[in-house]
């Protein structure tokens, strides 16, 4: 079993819909973190979490320090938010999930 | 620098032949991650220093693979008699301190590495 779980693995929608990709864990960690990358390999850093909730725009991230478990949720979705969504964990070495490829159609 | 620079940006080995790839992490930042991504995978830790420290090498998969960090700044990993499944992404990541909290990790745009 992965430390860090993601679901879903793909992720199809259409322009404007509200999305939500959840990430589990199952270590002990001191920040979770939620990472964008596009296609050619650049990662950009979008939240680095301990706990509650942190809001930047259209994205949301949310995390359960109890439950072991964090959401990054975008609203109003756009075409341009199409990417690999990745969660990773600091422990303090950074295990990342596998990704949720994100599909937005106009 | 501006963001973490890692050279080269594309590298072709023949099987067999030793590489070198470097990563010049944010000037000041102590914490530097390497990291393995095979295509359609996510990155896979490889290791971890602090300053010069090399705290955590566990994710090194071969005695082939090889990280150092000298002077606390530039890192540089080696791989020795490269191996077809070596090819893969290979990233590198910096961060300010130690301490997790408050910190943002910033990324490199990875080196692609093809083993022939």
């Known amino acids: 079993k992965n430390e860090v779980e993601q679901s879903p693995q793909n992720l199809t929608a259409q322009e404007g819909e509200f999305i939500t990709i959840n990430c589990s864990y199952s270590v002990g960690i001191s920040a979770l973190h939620w990472l964008q990358q596009h296609p050619g390999g650049g990662i950009v850093s979008l939240f680095m979490l301990s706990s509650g909730k942190k809001k930047h725009g259209r994205l949301i991230a949310t995390i359960n320090i109890q439950e072991k478990h964090s959401s990054l949720h975008i609203t109003a979705s756009h075409p341009r938010d199409s990417a690999v969504y990745i969660c990773a964990v600091r422990s303090p070495r950074l295990t990342f999930g596998e990704g949720t490829q994100l599909t937005v159609n106009p | 620098g501006a963001g973490v620079s890692q050279s080269p940006r594309y590298k072709v080995a023949k099987r067999g032949q030793d590489v070198a790839l470097r990563c010049d992490p944010i000037s000041g930042h102590v914490s530097l991650f390497w990291y393995q991504q095979a295509l359609g995978q996510g990155p896979e830790f490889l290791t971890y220093f602090q300053n010069e420290a090399q705290l955590d090498k566990s994710g090194l998969p071969s005695d082939r693979f090889f990280a150092e960090r000298p002077e606390g700044s530039v890192s540089t990993l080696k791989i020795q008699r490269t191996q077809q499944e070596d090819s893969a992404v290979y990233l590198c990541?910096?961060?300010?301190?130690?301490?997790?909290?408050?910190?943002?990790?910033?990324f490199g745009s990875g080196t692609q590495l093809s083993v022939l």
């Open positions: 990541a910096s961060s300010r301190s130690y301490r997790a909290t408050n910190e943002k990790l910033f």
